[in-house]
Nanobody, 127 residues
Framework: QVQLVESGGGLVQAGGSLKLSCAAS????????MGWFRQAPGKEREFVAG????????GYTDSVKGRFTISRDSAKNTVFLQMNSLKPEDTAGYYC????????????????????WGQGTQVTVSS
């Protein structure tokens, strides 16, 4: 079973930046597509970004395109989410997720596609 541990959340002013990390233990990291989701109080968990097992292909929800960047370091079994130009509406708990894949070139948008989840890290953006 894959264990995921997020870090890097915190309090930041609007316009600032944060970089989230998600360390994965167990399994062959390159065989897992990874994703970042977020959930604000009273709202559904929503897709933020996804990256393929080979790290080549990525996808983002429209509201973060041009501001957030997902990446992965296979040597460190870690996936990152660089968040720039943060807005108060980005405030949420951010969750890392993974799924074992046969195709290393695919990423996934739906939360139902993922098998493993981290405990989350809180991001709060003040106005």
């Amino acid at each position: 079973q894959v264990q995921l541990v997020e870090s890097g959340g915190g309090l930041v002013q609007a316009g600032g930046s944060l970089k989230l990390s998600c360390a994965a233990s167990r399994g062959t990291f390159s065989r897992y597509a990874m994703g970042w989701f977020r959930q604000a109080p009273g709202k559904e968990r929503e897709f933020v970004a996804g990256i393929s097992g080979n790290g080549v292909n990525t996808g983002y929800t429209d509201s973060v395109k041009g501001r957030f960047t997902i990446s992965r370091d296979s040597a460190k079994n870690t996936v990152f989410l660089q968040m720039n130009s943060l807005k108060p509406e980005d405030t949420a708990g951010y969750y890392c997720s993974s799924v074992a894949v046969l195709s290393g070139s695919r990423w996934y948008r739906g939360k139902e596609s993922y098998d493993y989840w981290g405990q989350g890290t809180q991001v709060t953006v003040s106005s």
